[in-house]
């Protein structure tokens, strides 16, 4: 995706849909939603800056990035009509170089992502190539300041969990405590609360999986 984008601030609006998305999250989500200072953190997108300003507060909606015509592919089908197919363009590079900036900010900061498609049994899990964090039937994927200098890294774990129906994750740390390497492993409620309790960040999934509103701490 090779388009100029700008980041936008975002108004009362962006708050509530992330609220409404975090909702339909499971316990990282709720631990985040018992946050008191969601209010006054700032939240902003990243956009082209050829979009309105009224449809950039249309979160569900996409067709906020341009499509490239290349990359169209068609199929005849058996009736005799063309079938097009227009691969999605995101701003996933966007994203994975703030999380970059974020880890490279500490020795102890993480990031973590639900994978809201995955239940740790599913056998694709040991193929994908992500480690995974479970905690009871849910699964997350991670990434950490160890990772900092491995951008395709941290890209492919966005990708891994990226969902158009339900994409978040928090850009957080540990605090000196023992917490998993963020390999492959188990972790309990504990590790969490503590990662929403901490977080800086908050990202959801917006525009139809185009791009995502990033709440930050501290207005």
């Not at 974020?102 to 694709?124: H, K, Q, T, V, Y």
């Not at 740390?173 to 998993?180: I, K, Y």
């Not at 390497?181 to 309990?188: H, V």
């Amino acid at each position: 995706m090779n388009e100029v984008l700008v980041e936008f601030e975002l108004g009362p609006a962006a708050l509530e849909y992330m609220r409404e998305r975090l909702g339909q999250g499971k316990t990282l989500a709720h631990y985040l939603l018992q946050r008191d200072d969601l209010p006054r953190g700032r939240i902003t997108t990243c956009l082209p800056p050829s979009v309105p300003a009224d449809e950039v507060e249309e979160f569900r909606a996409g067709y906020k990035l341009k499509r490239d015509p290349a990359t169209f592919r068609y199929r005849k089908e058996p009736d005799g009509s063309v079938t097009r197919w227009e691969p999605k363009p995101n701003t996933d590079p966007w994203l994975a170089s703030v999380v970059q900036w974020f880890l490279c900010g500490g020795l102890d900061r993480i990031c973590i992502f639900e994978n809201s498609m995955a239940l740790p049994r599913d056998p694709w899990l040991q193929s994908c190539g992500l480690p995974t964090l479970i905690f009871g039937d849910e699964v997350y994927h991670g990434v950490s300041n160890r990772h900092a200098e491995n951008e395709e890294r941290i890209l492919q774990t966005i990708r891994g969990a990226s969902d158009v129906w339900l994409f978040y994750g928090v850009m957080t740390s540990l605090a000196n405590t023992n917490g998993p390497s963020l390999e492959t492993a188990t972790i309990d409620r504990d590790f969490l609360q503590v990662c929403a309790q901490r977080a800086e960040k908050v990202v959801v999934g917006a525009y139809d999986g185009e791009s995502y509103l990033i709440w930050h701490t501290g207005g």
